[in-house]
């Protein structure tokens, strides 16, 4: 694999954007991800899409776990799926993601588990997300989570 840069650090003592031989990483969420897989349509399809070409896919581990878990999921898939680049957990994650989904659902919002799981991987690691699935838009607003498309 090629030279990871090291993210800068912010105000708020998480990671800058993430960028891979001078390529910004973007990660996706399970839905965006499903609906590429089935062949749908979509700005985020198309996104994903290129960012497959470009080799600047980071898969967070939740969404590799959801994806698998699917019990059709032909091995093929799940192949391909697994030989995607994964974004690595780091130190005080769980705690993080806890507090983030804690900050959500005191907004009053919906805040699935594995949305916040998938949510803090990207913030910690200043990635972009790519996504169809309109919840994450609150982790959005708690955090400085970049969503795609825009």
């Given at each position: ?42 700005g ?22 959801e ?14 799926i ?20 804690a ?19 990207c ?17 959005a ?10």
């Amino acid at each position: 694999m090629g030279h990871f840069a090291i993210p800068a650090s912010r105000s708020d003592g998480f990671a800058a954007t993430f960028t891979l031989n001078g390529h910004e990483m973007i990660a996706v969420d399970t839905s965006s991800l499903i609906a590429y897989l089935a062949g749908d349509s979509g700005g985020d399809v198309i996104r994903l899409d290129r960012a497959m070409a470009d080799r600047n896919l980071l898969l967070p581990p939740p969404v590799i776990s959801e994806i698998l878990s699917a019990p059709k999921l032909a091995p093929d898939v799940a192949e391909r799926i697994l030989a995607l680049p994964r974004i690595e957990i780091v130190d005080g994650y769980w705690e993080r993601a806890g507090k983030l989904r804690a900050t959500v659902l005191a907004m009053r919002c919906k805040a699935r588990f594995a949305d916040a799981l998938i949510a803090q991987a990207c913030l910690d690691h200043g990635l972009l997300i790519i996504v169809r699935d309109r919840d994450f838009r609150h982790f959005a607003a708690a955090a400085d989570l970049v969503i795609l498309p825009r």
